[in-house]
């Protein structure tokens, strides 16, 4: 493996870079993190930005043989192919043993380690920029505080597996299926990491976490797209990923104010809960469940509010204000202004410089997640941890809009928003979510009948044209549909709009957006004003093929007209003469 | 076997050797030369003919300096006590060098039970312990499987043992079945230990197991598992011996690209022995039993029985091999012993080697006290870092000291055992 050696017993987990357990690939991550470690070399080597203490955590990656020999040993093909639930397969994984190769590297590993540890996916197709699988495995934190080395050593060994497990859990088989590869093609490495983070009481989370972009799909009227686009969460990373309520920003302009409306804007749309790993009592033991380790706590809990120094401002409720950093009165809000504004860590100097740096090495725009802890107080330099790479795919084609008006006839919707370039003359079929009966409290009915009308698409290889409301892929039910990408993996086109009853503030979840750029899924974004103009009576007039009581499938004569303009993020969709009814 | 190969006068030589080295005093070699207790008894069985039988069993009680006394019992035809006091000394020598809280023992029975029905064995079992049942159990002397017994027999054994105290010891006796008291992994472990040790010596000559190949003699538990294991690791299994009962003596099943374990072990009877016209049709070469130990190989891994590589065949060793890994007990005659030293060829001794099985033997009984029984995983991880752990101890002090390896495992197992029995006030 490129940047990594052989782990030994004698230098343990604590080693200088990365180690590696077993033979065969070490997989999509761990390869971005093994490059990420060689550019941090390159471009820092003092391994130190601005004060801040730049490093990759400490790694390592158990090769793609592994999983092999786990599969053969335990001959786990038969149950994992079967039709059996995600939970049974996670249980006869957990139920399997590794053999004699290596569990006594395993034992050594987690014998001489008390800190939080993350264990993560790193398969083959992970993360490549052909077949997406970003975020489709699962990860799992482990506290790693127990007492005993045995029960330090079960806990790990079942998150393996775990995630293991995870490349055979119903989702992942909808996606192989959909892109047609079989799935006894693909191959798991798993990486083992520390977490980066400082302990609190009974919890252990990093300061911030983070999500860089350094293209964005969403740009605003003053800023350019490839200016990039940070999301910034307090706790760990799950926040953003999820697509949960985080902090957003572009890094070159950290002071430009966010587009809130008004406070009270603001203060329901930002972060008021985080993620942490739980070092004290595990309430609901529970090897198959993702979040066993993990504790998802509000804010307004934190009993020392001067830990929120360098991310939040203070609600002036009496004179509907925010003031700048920690106060004795009032609610915090997490703007992340000390930080972004005040600069009271170099976070976004770490950024730019780091951000910079990768694109030169890969020649390509980048995304990027890290975690920053403050450090202790016997060693309080804060620390940024380096904990993924992936290049961002981005059309080149040059598209030219034609000129359309607001109220042409053609036109089914039109949005300055669209993520994608390219022109599309293939959709027919038109899902959407059917306005009269949308409500917020349903979106997980609504998501289960998209899911539905996804799998007949697949299996009849026909691409449709998705329309819903609020944010596609939020793990939120009340934003919008809590859909996972394999759900909606034949939708070429997606829609996100909004209802007058919605705030429209869109989502920029991780992995969910990957998966679309990679598929070059066109996405468009239609804010209030944009939404008065699509057609829906022209849409519910056409010929309905399927319905729920939420979700309608219409198909037309002909096909529509899609066009992209990836470089001013416009986007047309335009209905065919002959759809006329 | 040689007939005028005496086990116990070579573990008594041997001990002599390292005591030489220790300089340890007369008391501790009076203590540790011979074993502190032997039971030798009789148990009648009525056969199935209607005839009774009265057979000779023995349990031998080494040391116990260290906890309760741990060892196997073999029914074996050609049986002798001296096999079995030499068998509890290297038990009090094998439990010592991977630092777990248990003294030697061996026990036997002189029987066949190839001509023995099931009924039969287990008269014998319970007969075994209605003699002994004062004198072994969780808090003294914890019998296992050995040479032909296996689960069942102790079953029988500890069932009778319940009846007679009348209360529930699961930790009594190891090697039962899993689900029985039986510990995961146990079957695996003393294969899997020898490679384990043979991992970590190829570690430390510098070669890369992958480029590899070995010969292993004996086609029973340790020799299945540690070819698996070798495997895996990526080695190159050349040639597997084994006992063939019909015709009363050994072969040697050799094939150039390696040996298909998975193929042999599909025409292989429940004793370990290889078909051979099977064998032959699958493409391996029948050889002569005693073939295995002149394989052009890197490793030799001894896993049948005592006495095998001696001063008459240790010559016939290819001079590639570099590794000597003795699954069994007591493979090497110290003629031998030396020939290898002079060669360079790297020993890791028996009672390192194949201490695996001990091992897991011990956390069996840790889960029986328990009664809180452990995943695979965690015993095999056990497992390989207790191991990794005595190998690393033997062979830093080999290095340290210049010593053969045999000499610098002897030399931590008796000194543990000679500091247990001072600090006990025994010497």
């Given amino acids: 493996m490129k940047s990594g050696q052989k782990f030994e017993r004698e230098t343990g987990f604590f080693h200088d870079g990365f180690t590696y357990i077993g033979s065969g690939f070490p997989g999509g991550k761990a390869s971005g993190l093994a490059l990420s470690q060689d550019i941090l070399k390159k471009h820092f080597p003092e391994g130190d930005i601005a004060g801040m203490r730049v490093n990759i955590p400490h790694t390592t990656v158990l090769l793609s043989g592994v999983f092999d020999q786990f599969m053969m040993e335990n001959e786990l093909y038969e149950i994992s192919l079967s039709d059996a639930s995600d939970e049974e397969i996670a249980i006869s994984f957990i139920n399997s043993s590794f053999g004699g190769l290596y569990t006594g590297d395993l034992y050594s590993l987690i014998s001489n380690i008390d800190q939080p540890l993350a264990v993560r996916s790193s398969s083959i197709c992970e993360d490549s920029l052909n077949e997406p699988f970003a975020g489709f495995y699962e990860t799992k934190m482990v506290a790693n505080n127990q007492v005993s080395s045995t029960d330090k050593f079960n806990a790990l060994v079942n998150a393996i597996k775990y995630v293991y497990a995870s490349l055979f859990f119903k989702q992942s ?32 989370y990093p300061y911030i976490s983070g999500v860089l972009k350094s293209y964005n799909f969403y740009p605003s009227e003053q800023i350019e797209q490839d200016a990039g686009f940070a999301a910034l969460a307090f706790g760990l990373g799950k926040t953003i ?69 360098h991310i939040c401002s203070t609600y002036d409720h009496i004179n509907d204000r925010l003031i700048m950093g920690v106060q ?53 330099q804060p620390r940024f941890g380096f904990l993924q790479l992936r290049p961002i795919n981005i059309s080149n084609e040059i598209i030219d809009l034609p000129e359309i008006t607001d109220s042409s006839d053609e036109v089914l919707l039109s949005s300055k928003n669209v993520m994608g370039n390219g022109i599309s003359n293939d959709i027919c079929d038109i899902v959407y979510i059917r306005p009269e009966n949308f409500d917020t409290q349903y979106t997980n009915q609504i998501a289960a009948d998209i899911a539905e009308f996804n799998a007949i698409f697949t299996s009849n290889k026909r691409k449709y044209l ?13 934003c919008g549909i809590p859909v996972q990408w394999p759900q909606i993996s034949n939708a070429k086109i997606i829609v996100e709009t909004v209802l007058p009853s919605m705030r429209a503030d869109f989502s920029q979840g991780a992995h969910f957006f990957h998966n679309m750029t990679a598929h070059n899924v066109f996405y468009f974004s239609v804010d209030r004003e944009d939404a008065k103009n699509l057609d829906w009576n022209w849409i519910q007039q056409q010929k309905t093929i399927n319905e729920t009581k939420f979700v309608k499938h219409v198909r037309l004569k002909q096909n529509l007209k899609v066009l992209v303009d990836g470089r001013h993020s416009n986007g047309v969709i335009m209905k065919n003469e002959d759809n006329k009814q | 076997m040689d007939k005028s190969f005496n086990a116990f006068k070579m573990a008594q030589d041997q001990f002599d050797a390292v005591a030489d080295k220790l300089n340890l005093n007369e008391a501790s070699r009076e203590l540790l030369r011979t074993p502190m207790r032997e039971y030798h008894f009789t148990i009648p069985v009525k056969m199935d003919d209607g005839t009774s039988k009265v057979f000779r069993g023995f349990r031998i009680q080494h040391n116990d300096a260290l906890g309760p006394c741990k060892g196997g019992i073999r029914f074996h035809p050609q049986e002798t006590v001296d096999t079995v006091r030499a068998l509890s000394m290297w038990m009090t020598w094998k439990t010592a060098v991977v630092d777990i809280p248990l003294g030697g023992s061996k ?37 296992a499987p050995d040479v032909m017994t296996n689960g069942q027999h102790m079953l029988w054994m500890l069932d009778e043992y319940e009846t007679i105290t009348g209360e529930k010891y699961p930790g009594m006796i190891t090697g039962k079945p899993v689900g029985m008291g039986g510990s995961l992994g146990r079957t695996e472990a003393t294969g899997y230990g020898v490679i384990f040790t043979v991992r970590e010596a190829l570690k430390e000559m510098n070669l890369n197991i992958e480029n590899t190949t070995a010969s292993f003699q004996g086609f029973g538990n340790v020799s299945q598992y ?54 032959k049709e699958l493409g391996y070469e029948v050889l002569p039993g005693e073939k295995w130990i002149e394989i052009d190989c890197d490793i030799l891994v001894p896993s ?48 390192l080697c194949n201490a695996g099985g001990v091992t897991c033997s011990y956390f069996e009984q840790v889960q029986c006290n328990m009664n ?56």
């Fill in chain 1, 241 to 309: 990923v999820d697509g949960s309520t985080c902090w957003s920003y572009c890094p070159r302009y950290p002071r430009t104010p966010q587009p809130f409306n008004n406070m009270k804007d603001l203060l329901n749309n930002t972060q008021k809960e985080y993620w942490a790993v739980n070092l004290g009592k595990i309430n609901n033991y529970n090897p198959v469940a993702e979040t066993e380790y993990l504790a998802h706590n509000s804010i307004f809990d934190i009993g020392d509010r001067s830990l929120l120094k």
């Fill in chain 2, 372 to 427: 809180y029984f452990w995943s695979k995983d965690e015993v095999l991880g056990k497992l390989d870092y207790k191991m990794t752990t005595a190998y690393h101890k033997v062979s830093k002090l080999a290095r340290e000291k210049k010593l053969y390896m045999r000499d610098a495992a002897y030399m931590i197992s008796v000194d543990r055992v000679v500091r247990a029995s001072v600090s006990r006030g025994w010497i």
């Fill in chain 2, 107 to 143: 026990g036997g029975v002189i029987c066949d039970p190839h001509n023995l029905s099931a009924r039969e064995q287990e008269q014998i079992c319970r007969g075994w312990i209605r003699q002994l049942h004062r004198n072994v159990g969780p808090l003294r002397d914890i019998p």
């Fill in chain 2, 304 to 351: 049948a029985m005592e006495n095998q590589i001696t001063g008459e065949n240790v010559n016939k060793i290819s001079s590639n091999v570099k590794l000597v890994a003795e699954g069994a007990n007591g493979p090497t005659t110290p003629e031998a012993d030396e020939v290898l030293k002079k060669r360079g060829i790297f020993m890791i001794p028996d009672f």
């Fill in chain 1, 466 to 478: 998705l329309i819903g409301f609020g944010r596609w892929g939020t793990s939120d039910p009340w």
């Fill in chain 1, 173 to 204: 088989k909808k996606y192989f299926q959909t892109i047609s590869i079989d799935i006894c093609e693909e191959k798991m490495a798993v990486i083992i990491q520390e977490v980066v983070g400082d302990q609190h009481g009974d919890y252990f």
């Fill in chain 1, 328 to 380: 004795n009165y009032g609610a915090p809000v997490l703007d992340f202004a000390p930080t972004l504004r005040a600069e009271t860590l170099p976070l976004n100097t770490v950024i730019n410089q780091i951000i910079k740096a990768c694109e030169d090495e890969t020649n390509s725009k980048v995304e990027i997640e890290f975690a920053v802890s403050l450090g202790t107080t016997k060693d309080p």
């Fill in chain 2, 226 to 279: 540690a070819i698996k294991l070798y495997n895996q690791l990526g080695g190159k299994a050349l040639c597997v011996s084994c006992w063939d009962q019909q015709d009363q003596t050994s072969y040697a099943f050799y094939k150039k690209e390696g040996i298909n374990l998975d193929e042999l072990l599909n025409i292989t009877d429940r004793f370990g022995g290889i078909n051979k016209t099977k064998a």
